[in-house]
């Protein structure tokens, strides 16, 4: 009998990681939710050898892995693994996976520079101690030059703020009823790590909260069909699978979904401005 958890999700994903498992979906044909119910990850078939965005933590990579069999693939077709930034929820399993696969991590320069310094770990956050594990880094984004595998291209946006390289993804994968669709994922959206004592405490300059702050208003004007959370809370991804079920529409296109995603993310931040402001006319 499982008795019922007193601890946060954060502490669950850590202490009892089978608490946070949830059974991996499809999201268009291609793209498949393999994340657990705290922090996102997504596998995407390119027809050509898989890759997997994000890769949860070292304690839950064996959901990770479950999922990825479940779904009828296997670890060693993937291909590249994209990491969103450099903190220990994203790129935990990172090590494990490309032990298996031998796939390509992928990662901003500047969240590599960063995880090298003090700071990174103080960025985190999130006072519960995952395990660690060392990894290489083998391809930088270029934002300039669109991933390309199989049928699936990616465009990478570097949107800074949450880390300093936090990186956005594009993904144009094919739909059998919708044709060609874009589905997006902002690479980070947690504003605790953007409050001024953050980003003092990790050795980051307060321009990173401006800099975000800015690019939620342009990445606005960037028309997508599916907006997809790097945290399921962040955006009602759970929610729209409940829809899946009935219908031969695809409930997670959503052409409002992405702006509306960003305005409300970017709330938080331009209320940490707004305080940092009034601190500094108080003084
Ligand atoms: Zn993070």
């Not at 590249?80 to 320069?109: C, P, Q, T």
Request: contains cysteine; glycine residues 8%; hydrophobic residues 35%.
């Amino acid at each position: 009998m499982t008795a019922v958890s007193s601890l946060n999700i954060i502490e669950s994903t850590c202490y009892e990681p089978w608490e946070v498992q949830i059974e991996p979906f499809a999201v268009t044909d291609q793209i498949f939710y393999v994340g657990n119910k705290w922090v996102g990850a997504y596998l995407i078939d390119t027809g050509d050898g898989l890759i997997l965005l994000d890769t949860t933590t070292a304690e839950t990579a064996y959901l990770l892995l479950n999922s990825i069999y479940k779904l009828g693939y296997r670890p060693e077709e993937i291909k590249m693994i994209l990491l969103s930034h450099a903190h220990v929820d994203h790129y935990g399993a990172a090590r494990f996976l490309k032990e298996l696969s031998g796939a390509e991590i992928w990662l901003s320069r500047e969240d590599e520079e960063f995880r090298k310094t003090d700071g990174a770990a103080e960025s985190g956050g999130l006072f519960v101690p995952f395990r660690e594990y060392s990894f290489e880094t083998d391809r930088y984004y270029d934002d300039s030059t669109p991933i390309l595998l199989g049928n699936v291209e990616i465009r990478t946006r570097l949107t800074p703020g949450h880390t300093p390289g936090v990186t956005s993804f594009f993904i144009y994968t094919d739909d059998k009823k919708c044709g060609r669709i874009v589905s997006a994922i902002h690479g980070g959206v947690g504003v605790l790590t953007m409050s001024d004592e953050s980003l003092d405490r990790a050795g980051l300059s307060r321009e990173l909260r401006k800099r975000f702050i800015k690019d939620c208003h342009d990445l606005k004007d960037i028309s997508v069909d599916i907006c997809l959370p790097s945290h399921p809370a962040h955006a009602p991804l759970f929610e729209k699978r409940e829809q899946a079920a009935d219908g031969d529409k695809n409930p997670f296109i959503d052409r409002d979904g992405w702006a509306r995603f960003l305005d409300d993310r970017v709330q938080y931040a331009i209320k940490l401005e707004e305080e940092a402001d009034s601190h500094f006319e108080a003084k």
